[in-house]
């Protein structure tokens, strides 16, 4: 049994830990009283107790405690450890954290978990270091494959590799003459085939790219293999996406995998509808170790609007969001400016969705109490987005809406024009955002934006100030979904190495307390659940997630090597370091 394992402890015992000082000779431990609990009201005793470590609750009224104990999957007590006392009874088990740190359970409000499960299975590109070696991992991949099968792989992004360039078609040939090659880039919004790919997927130099994509063409004016955004489509349709059991296995494992690195819990986005069954399902088999609430690609929207908010295991599974794209993504030139691209002027980027369309859905989820989480990355496709919300609001009035507080969200909120910052709470829109982008974008979004446009980029204190709600997320598999990153990110904001560069805006990063609300608290409000989840407060559910050491008040740079060593849903231990 490893020093964090869960031991039973008799009520006297912890008694004489509450109330003896260090230097006093030990003492036998008392037999077990489960009648004590007669002085609290004849309240059973709780079957979960947590002492020896710091425990941060995000409750502002009492931000830090000692002692927390669990019943029925809710926290009914949370103070000094002294109060202990009165919940122990003959079946409670302890948790000494013996010095590590406990915080109400980080939750992960953008992220794709059924990525993060194919991530462990796929061509994963994630530590590629430039072209040549992206050529050496399809050689070898080829080299397993079936004759003419399709290679895929995810992870790739060429912004720090030595080329300086996308990769290419010309690339892939010679490594894979005969077998299609998808490889897709790190943020989703980009894509490179081989000959063999575009062949299959029709894709020649006279393809035009439907509305919201770009396809790439060489000074011959030959497909060079860049997909981008909806132009993607033909390509990845050669890829077989995975079906029956062997999803539902892959989207168990990406859970799991959420679940080992301290998330309780996964705001998941762009998910089929027709995958909202399987999700619940694996709830009610015990097979889903994590909270996940739903938010689902449009064309489900009728299905949803029907049974707005679908709930399945006691709230294990919440669905009530839809997922739109108002653009694409910043490194791929696909984020919709106001400006050109200061690197590449014969452009502006991509709009994807469409102002009469977008608003009339708008209008029906306003009636319908559906909750809208719009991707919107630069500040074009934020001012649109915006200005549709703004246009919804004016046509539905307050009594026709199903619910008070419509809270709307923009998905990443990246490149915000000044201007706009102050309409976030104007019109209740949550600014959900990912704080590791920044710490990747920092290496070409000044080239990408010029730095003039970095005023409002990443913008996190300055929504905050502004009195906008924020929520944070990590966007995996895009990034890597570890929380430590993502709390380090939106303390530091400076890479992993401790680089931030010129005119990054370092008053943007946020207080340790208010990053710690970006993962629990915030989270909790951005999914119409902070009665019930986001900080350690007696009636709430018990979700906490456990490190090795205060991420509150280490060093910066010290977070990053912190250990997640226990992860609890509902009071439930569903993971644990060693087991």
Not at 260 to 273: E, F, I, K, N, R
Not at 337 to 359: K, N, V
Request: proline share 6%; charged share 25%; glycine share 10%.
């Amino acid at each position: 049994m490893n020093r964090f394992s869960v031991f039973a402890l008799s009520f006297g015992a912890l008694a004489l830990a509450a109330c003896s000082g260090g230097d006093e000779a030990p003492q036998a431990p008392a037999e077990p009283q489960p009648d004590a609990i007669a002085d609290n009201g004849g309240v059973p005793a709780a079957d979960l107790v947590f002492h020896g470590g710091p425990i941060h609750t995000a409750n502002d009224a009492r931000p830090v405690v000692e002692a927390v104990a669990v019943q029925d999957g809710r926290i009914v007590f949370a103070g000094p450890q002294a109060g202990l006392t009165m919940w122990i009874g003959e079946e409670t088990r302890i948790v000494d954290l013996d010095g590590a740190a406990m915080y109400p359970g980080f939750t992960d409000s953008h992220i794709h978990v059924l990525g993060v499960g194919q991530r462990e299975r796929l061509l994963n590109l994630d530590d590629v270091t430039s072209v040549a070696e992206l050529a050496d991992r399809v050689a070898a991949a080829v080299a397993e494959a079936e004759p003419g099968a399709v290679v895929f792989g995810r992870g790739w992004i060429e912004t720090h590799w030595p080329e300086g360039r996308f990769p290419t078609r010309d690339d892939l040939d010679p490594v894979s003459p005969d077998n299609p090659v998808v490889l897709v880039r790190a943020d989703g919004h980009a894509l490179v085939a081989n000959s063999a790919a575009l062949d299959a997927a029709g894709v020649t130099a006279d393809s035009v790219a439907p509305e919201g994509g770009e396809i790439l063409f060489d000074a011959a004016g030959e497909p060079t293999g860049m997909l981008i955004d909806t132009a993607m489509g033909s390509a990845q349709a050669l890829v077989s996406a995975p079906a029956g059991a062997e999803r539902a296995d892959i989207y168990a494992e990406g859970a799991g995998r959420l679940a080992s690195l301290g998330w309780t819990g996964a705001h998941d986005m762009s998910v089929p509808y027709t995958d909202v069954a399987m999700i619940e399902a694996l709830a009610e088999a015990d097979r889903l170790p994590i909270r996940v609430y739903v938010s689902i690609n449009p064309d489900g929207y009728a299905d949803l609007a029907g049974e707005t908010p679908r709930m399945a295991d006691d709230g294990r599974v919440i669905t009530r969001a839809v997922k739109l794209y108002m653009d694409g993504a910043l490194g791929s030139r696909g984020a919709a400016l106001l400006e050109p691209y200061a690197d590449r002027p014969e452009t502006s980027g991509l709009a994807i969705a469409e102002a009469d369309e977008t608003i009339g859905l708008m209008t029906q989820a306003l009636r319908d109490g559906v909750q809208m989480n719009v991707h919107a990355i630069g500040d074009r496709g934020n001012r649109h987005l915006l200005d549709w919300v703004e246009e919804a609001l004016a046509q539905v009035p307050p009594e026709e809406r199903a619910i008070e507080e419509h809270r709307w969200r923009d998905e990443h909120s990246q490149i915000v024009h000044p201007d706009d910052i102050p309409r976030f709470a104007e019109l209740g829109v949550i600014a959900s955002m990912q704080p590791s982008h920044a710490i990747g974008d920092l290496h070409f979004a000044p080239d990408r934006l010029g730095d003039e446009r970095l005023d409002g980029a990443y913008a996190w204190q300055s929504l905050l100030d502004a009195g906008a709600h924020i929520t944070g997320g990590s966007d995996a598999p895009v990034e890597q979904g570890d929380p430590r990153i993502e709390y380090y990110a939106a303390v530091a904001r400076a890479d992993l190495s401790g680089f931030q560069g010129e005119n990054w805006h370092p008053d943007e990063a946020l207080s340790r307390q208010d990053a710690l609300k970006l993962f629990t608290l915030w989270p909790a409000f951005a999914s119409f659940r902070e009665d019930e989840l986001g900080s350690i407060e007696e009636g709430k559910r018990a979700d906490f997630t456990v490190f090795s050491a205060d991420i509150m008040t280490a060093p910066a740079t010290d977070i990053l090597e912190v250990e997640p060593v226990m992860t609890v849903v509902d009071g439930e231990i569903v993971w644990e370091r060693g087991e």
